[in-house]
Structures are given as C-alpha cells and as structure tokens.
C-alpha cells in the first residue's frame, strides 16, 4: 500500500485538536484519582465523625473498586446506545450525584450509598475515556495519548490529597464532607467541555452517519489521505461497503462480526476460558498476571492508606500528616509523567523491571523502618517517608502504566476486548481485596510485617516479569502474536482487515496496520 511518493506534511492544526479532544476526554480518569487520594484524608475525619471501627472503615475504603465493575460492565452497552461522547457526560453526572451524596451523607449506610453511585460513575469513566481515545486519535499520537487516562489519575490523585490538606482546619463534621463533595465541581466542567467534543468517528459510521463521521476524520487525522484510509477502515469492520457514502446508510444488525453469525461472542469467551490454545493461555496467563501483580504489590494499600502508615512512623499532627501525602501525590504525578516518554523510547520490558526492582528494594525499606520505629527508634520516621516516596515513583515510571498498555498489546485481536476485561476484572478485584483488608492485615502481623509481605509479593513479580514478558515495542501485531507460540494448524492468524485503497504517502501506510486492530478492538469493545 505505500508509494514511493514523499510523505505529506502533518497538519498540526488537526493534531492540536485531536489531542485537545483526547485530553478532555481523558480527565474523566481524574474522578477515580481524587477519590482515592480524598478518601484517605477523609478517613481520618469521618472515622471521628462517625465513631466506626477499623472493619467498617476498610470496606468503606475499598469497596469502590467492586463497585467500578458495575460502571464498566455497563458503559459497553451505553456507550453504542448513546454514543461516546453522552456516555462520558453521564460518566460525571453519575459521579456528581454520588460526590453529592457522599458529602451529605448522615451516617454509614448513607455514605455506602454515595460510594456504591460515585464507583459506578469512576467505572464507566474507565472503559470510556480509552475507547474515546482510541477511536478518535491520529495514529502519529495514538501511543502518547492513550497513556493519558493513567496520568490523570495521577492527577487526580495529587488534587485529592491537596483538598485534604485545604479542609482539614474545618471542624470534623465538616471537613471530610467539603472534601468529598467539592469532587462534584470537577464533573460539571467535564460535562460541559465534553459537548464541545465531536462524537467518535466509528460510532458515526456504526449509526450510518457517513458524512459526518468523515468530517470528524478529516478534523482529527494528519492529512486527507488518513481520514479516507481511517473512514475505509471503519466501514470494512462496521460492514459497510467502501464506496457507500450515504448519511442515511441503515447497518444491517450484526454486520461487522468477524466470524459472522450470533455465536461470536460465545466462541471467543469459549476460545478464552473453555479451550484455549497454548498461545492463548500463555498470553491470557500474563496479561491477567501483570493485573494481579500490580495491586498485589501493595500500592494501593500505601496511596489509599498514607495518613495511617506516615501516623504509625510517628508524624502525629494531622496537617502534617495530610502535607506529607501530598508530597506522595506529587512524586507520583511526577513520574508517571516522565513514564510516558519513555514507554516507546526505552520499551516496556526494561522499565517494568527496572521499575519492579525499585519497589522491592523501597518497599522493604518501608517495612524496615517501620518495624524501627516500633521498637522505639525515632530516626527511622525518614527512612519510612523516603521509602514511600521512592516506592511510588517506582510504581509510577513501570509497573503503573505498563501493566495497561502491556495488558491490550499481547492479546490475540480476535480475543482482546474480552481478555482485557477479564484482566481489568482481576485489577480491581485484587485492589478492592487488598485495600478492604490491609487494616487487618496489618493488626495481625503489625505494619512493618505488611510490606514485608508485599515485597515478597513483589519479588515474584519481578521473577514472572523476567521469565514470561517479552519485550513489545515496535512489532506489530502478528510479531506480539508469534511471541507466545507459533500458530497450530487450523487455528486463525490474527487478522487485519487490509483495505485495498490507492497509493497514500509512506508516513500513513506505515500507520495502518495499528489502526486495524485498535479500530477492530474497539468493535469487540462495543458488542
């Protein structure tokens, strides 16, 4: 497909728009962010306010993360009913009612209320903020912009934990609700840009607005040529003929299925649990892996749980302690800055296991210092905040941002929406699990013997890293394929709906074979 003709210059104008686009649509992952970092300031608070016990307040803590299951699952079915850019509206609106409901909450079962609203909303901003992404970006953009969502729960993380400190002067009945409920402000500015937004192009063309989807791809692609070769790649998988340009095209109900009929979605989940082959259990077993392996490092425990640990290392004042978390917000923001420019410079292999080791030698010394200053050495409170701060910034700079982009690449395409979702499942099964127990965890084995225990978790992180992931960056789908096994006779090659389309310039042919699969990505998303 690519000429010999000299590649055409980018129009920036439209990259500018498209990445202003994807921006917006990213800053919905601040939502989870903030709630996180305000709910471990807020804990302190509300724990008084309330008078609960350490088992209520570890549930209240984590329970978010259950909840978010039910947001995601959700937001695949809305997002095809109302499109892309609606279903993100209703992502904050349904934040804005659970903040709401959070901070005027009476008593505990109230505020469980508001956190079971508030996780569905965090849910749906997580499968859509990416879909969005993906489906909108040019390629030249893509791999920058779809590590964006995890930036900006970095953010939101470090916005959460600057509102702690800010209320934290008010009285205690108070406090703890402006905290929680100013997390409503930012979902009405979302709601608001987000309608300034185009919808998502393949959304368009799945609806059979033809016309108007090409508008969208001429405003958001580096030149004409890949708006045409990206709106033929869209009606191929949509099943739409190339040269229908129609905007009153009706799609015919189950065009665009791969294997064709209404068994596809049973065979792929069948493909995935019941009788997959070795290359697929092999990819399947690392990426849910690198899943598990992420919150079972702990860190969630040390983001969510912060106040406490810096407590137990004997900074008692409660400002101090809310400014010392916002320090951990900072660094961590920081860094997973930092990590997406490196991810396609240095590659992903190098850096998960540079970042794995960070945090096995960081989280150790936490534990350390910890146990120290149990037995009365003072001195180790800095060893315990060092620890942390260079424990996130190791989380943040590999394993953070890695185990998403990692997780998505080394599926077979035909199975990789729903074996990511099972990845996604086990992520935030795993966090909810760990952040509803570590209070107990740690009363039973004391603090200092917690991180112990996530180091060691952490070492076989670092042995399953080593020993199963290959490095990605810069192959190309079927290369990532061949890495977990060579194809078995009768099993299918990952496809890649080529489009037989006139010469364009090198620059966007050479971009064509990602848009294939994330646009055929996006389709298993939806059905």
């Not at 008078?51 to 809305?78: E, H, P």
């Not at 992404?133 to 920058?144: K, Q, Y």
């Not at 300034?196 to 059979?208: D, K, N, Q, T």
């Not at 030698?361 to 910890?370: F, R």
Request: proline fraction near 4%; hydrophobic fraction near 45%.
């Amino acid at each position: 497909m690519a000429s010999e003709a000299p590649a055409a210059a980018v129009n920036h104008r439209n990259k500018r728009f498209a990445i202003a686009c994807a921006l917006l649509a990213s800053t919905t992952s601040i939502i989870l962010g903030y709630d996180i970092g305000v709910m471990s300031g807020a804990a302190i608070f509300i724990k008084k306010d309330f008078n609960l016990d350490d088992n209520k307040m570890q549930i209240l803590l984590g329970i978010l993360n259950v909840y978010s299951l039910v947001g995601s699952y959700a937001a695949g079915f809305t997002s095809d009913w109302i499109g892309r850019r609606y279903t993100i509206v209703l992502a904050a609106g349904i934040f804005f009612a659970g903040a709401l409901l959070m901070g005027f909450a009476t008593g505990y079962t109230f505020l469980m209320v508001g956190r079971f609203v508030a996780g569905i909303g965090v849910g749906y901003a997580l499968m859509i903020a990416p879909v969005y992404t993906a489906e909108l970006s040019p390629a030249s953009s893509r791999g920058f912009l779809t590590s964006l969502p995890e930036v900006f729960i970095n953010v939101g993380i470090l916005l959460g934990y600057v509102s702690n400190y800010a209320f934290s002067n008010l009285r205690t009945s108070l406090g703890w609700r402006f905290m929680l409920g100013v997390g409503a402000v930012p979902s009405v500015f979302l709601a608001a840009g987000v309608l300034a937004m185009p919808e998502s192009p393949r959304w368009l063309v799945m609806r059979g607005r033809l016309r108007e989807a090409r508008r969208v791809l001429e405003r958001t692609s580096d030149s004409p040529e890949e708006a045409l070769l990206r709106l033929q790649e869209i009606k191929v998988a949509a099943g739409i003929p190339a040269d229908c340009d129609d905007d009153d095209y009706v799609v015919p109900k189950g065009a665009g299925k791969r294997s064709g009929g209404p068994g596809t979605e049973k065979s792929v989940w069948k493909d995935l649990l019941l009788r997959p082959t070795p290359k697929v259990r092999r990819a399947m077993l690392t990426a849910v892996g690198i899943h598990f392996f992420q919150q079972a490092s702990g860190i969630d425990s040390v983001v969510l749980y912060s106040p406490r640990v810096f407590e137990k290392a004997g900074i008692r004042q409660e400002k101090k302690l809310l400014a010392t978390t916002v320090a951990v917000g900072f660094v961590k923001t920081l860094f997973i800055l930092v990590a997406t420019f490196l991810l396609d410079r240095v590659g992903r292999r190098p850096l998960l296991l540079a970042s794995t080791g960070g945090m096995v030698v960081s989280v150790l010394g936490l534990g350390l210092g910890l146990t120290l200053v149990d037995h009365g050495r003072k001195e180790a409170v800095t060893l315990c905040i060092v620890a942390i701060l260079f424990y996130v910034a190791f989380f943040s700079i590999g394993m953070g941002p890695i185990a998403w982009v990692y997780g998505s690449e080394i599926l077979p395409l035909r199975l990789r929406a729903q074996g990511a979702s099972i990845a996604v499942a086990v992520n935030r099964l795993t966090s909810g699990l760990i952040t509803m127990t570590f209070i107990s965890l740690y009363n039973a084995i004391t603090l200092g013997g917690s991180f112990f225990l996530y180091g060691g978790v952490t070492v076989i992180a670092w042995v399953f890293f080593f020993t199963c992931l290959p490095e990605t960056r810069g192959r190309t789908l079927e290369e990532i394929d061949d890495l977990f096994g060579k194809t078995e006779k009768g099993e299918e090659k990952a496809p890649t709906d080529v489009v037989e389309m006139p010469a364009v310039n090198s620059t966007n042919a050479n971009a064509t074979t990602q848009r294939h699969e994330e646009d055929a990505t996006i389709k298993y998303i939806s059905e």
